[in-house]
């Protein structure tokens, strides 16, 4: 993941890099909520399948264990309808997103 962020002085692909990331973080807040709305509504395998999109966009961005409870949630129908495991997956994210912040500050400049 490292890979993904580190440019040296190569501030154009920075700043591209963080524009993508700023509109990236801009959909997960929604992307959470729809799954959420899918799982109150009853409608488990569109939830499940938001969830897989989700897992794919944050594990991109180096939030694995966010990324691993999204895909058990995707796997398991019993543990996607906890609504403890969606509020696990936002406190994951949410920390892998300050992690970033701290190793990589141009991040924060974008968003």
């Not at 700043?15 to 959420?36: G, H, K, N, T």
């Not at 796997?75 to 609504?83: I, P």
Request: proline fraction near 2%; include cysteine; charged fraction near 25%.
């Amino acid at each position: 993941m490292d890979a993904i962020f580190e440019h040296g002085d190569d501030i154009s692909t920075a700043q591209e890099v963080a524009e993508m990331f700023a509109a990236m973080w801009r959909d997960v807040p929604s992307a959470l909520d729809r799954i959420e709305l899918a799982r109150n509504g009853g409608d488990i395998k569109a939830g499940q399948s938001r969830g897989h999109r989700l897992r794919g966009v944050i594990a991109n961005y180096g939030m694995l264990s966010a990324a691993n409870l999204l895909g058990r949630m995707e796997n398991e129908t019993d543990f996607f309808c906890r609504g403890s495991n969606l509020a696990a997956v936002r406190a994951l994210i949410s920390v892998g997103h300050e992690e970033l912040f701290r190793r990589y500050p141009y991040l924060a400049a974008a968003s």
